[in-house]
């Protein structure tokens, strides 16, 4: 289960602002907010995949 803290966490380790993260990794900045004050619980796949992103530093995720 992942917990909006884990979310907040990721995102403030990166040092972006959310409006910053949601741009880098292609997250609407609504939904991000949602799941960090827990309106909306983030599927644990996406926290891996986002996590993933942040460690090994993927720059951008860009859509096709």
């Known amino acids: 289960m992942v917990y909006a803290k884990d979310i907040k966490a990721l995102r ?5 602002t959310k409006s ?7 997250i609407p900045r609504n939904t991000l907010c949602n799941w ?9 796949y996406v926290y891996r995949m986002l996590r ?3 460690l ?4 951008e995720i860009t859509k096709e």
């Open 12 to 16: 403030m380790s990166t040092g972006l």
């Open 20 to 26: 910053a993260f949601s741009r880098k990794y292609g």
């Open 36 to 44: 960090e004050i827990k309106d909306n619980q983030c599927p644990e």
């Open 52 to 54: 993933f992103y942040v």
């Open 56 to 59: 090994f530093g993927y720059t």
